[in-house]
């Protein structure tokens, strides 16, 4: 049968893609966790959440937060950074602190709202922070745990204006209408409130 049009060759083709992609091929590749200009935390690291799990506000500074909303993660350090970057899980927080060291990963924006609390008021009005661990495995919640989240509480309370007290500072559990029970029973509020005042 006789071709009635004439198709490139695969030479061709591969030419002119190489052709296309040649200004392209000088440019770094972006690193993955790259560092944003400047993180609201300077003391964290970088690792987003997916745009999917997480509202960007509009303008940036028109979301003044009120609450700092504790969370427990039940989940590894490594496993929630995992769901925050899945699309369909439909969940973030700000910023993450690991139980061995107290590593702080920032996943969202301080001006972005993070799908963390469940209620969407609350969502709108506070900065979430997840630490790794279980509520019944009182061993993840490490003197560098404490520490390090409590410096970063009290970054987020000047920044905002935010009081350093439980009214201001508040579990999960406290969010009207949650069945979350994080940070849960063995979470030292005493202990967390007065490093958060002394930092």
Same mark, same amino acid.
């Given at each position: 049968?006789?071709? $009635?049009?004439?198709?490139?060759? %695969?030479?061709?083709?591969?030419?002119?893609?190489?052709?296309?992609?040649?200004?392209?091929?000088? =440019?770094?590749?972006? %690193?993955? &966790?790259?560092? +944003?200009?400047?993180?609201?935390?300077?003391?964290?690291?970088?690792?987003?959440?997916?745009?999917? #799990?997480?509202?960007?506000?509009?303008?940036?500074?028109?979301?003044? +937060?009120?609450?700092?909303? /504790? !969370?427990?993660?039940?989940?590894?350090?490594? #496993?929630? =950074?995992?769901?925050?970057?899945? +699309?369909?899980?439909?969940?973030?927080?700000?910023?993450?602190?690991?139980? &061995?060291?107290?590593?702080?990963?920032?996943?969202?924006?301080?001006?972005?709202?993070?799908?963390?609390?469940?209620?969407?008021?609350?969502? =709108?009005?506070?900065? &979430?922070?997840? !630490?790794?661990?279980?509520?019944? %495995? +009182?061993?993840?919640?490490?003197?560098?745990?404490?520490?390090?989240?409590?410096?970063?509480?009290?970054?987020?309370? $000047? %920044?905002?204006?935010?009081?350093?007290?439980?009214?201001?500072?508040? &579990?999960?559990?406290?969010? *009207?209408?949650?069945?979350?029970?994080?940070?849960? *029973? #063995?979470?030292?509020?005493?202990?967390? /409130?007065? =490093?958060? #005042?002394?930092?």
């Amino acid at each position: 049968m006789e071709r $009635t049009r004439s198709f490139p060759s %695969r030479r061709r083709l591969l030419k002119s893609a190489a052709l296309a992609a040649g200004p392209y091929a000088l =440019l770094p590749a972006p %690193r993955v &966790g790259a560092q +944003p200009r400047s993180l609201d935390y300077p003391l964290a690291t970088w690792e987003p959440a997916t745009t999917a #799990n997480y509202t960007a506000s509009s303008p940036p500074e028109s979301r003044v +937060p009120d609450l700092v909303v /504790i !969370h427990v993660t039940q989940a590894s350090y490594a #496993n929630t =950074l995992a769901v925050f970057q899945h +699309p369909r899980k439909k969940v973030s927080a700000h910023y993450v602190v690991r139980s &061995g060291d107290g590593h702080v990963a920032q996943c969202v924006r301080e001006n972005d709202v993070a799908w963390h609390a469940g209620d969407w008021n609350h969502n =709108l009005r506070s900065i &979430g922070i997840e !630490h790794e661990g279980w509520v019944d %495995r +009182p061993g993840y919640f490490t003197d560098a745990l404490y520490e390090k989240s409590a410096q970063l509480t009290a970054t987020i309370c $000047t %920044r905002y204006g935010i009081p350093r007290d439980r009214t201001h500072i508040i &579990g999960h559990y406290e969010v *009207p209408g949650t069945d979350h029970t994080d940070p849960g *029973p #063995n979470w030292d509020w005493t202990r967390y /409130i007065r =490093l958060v #005042n002394a930092a």
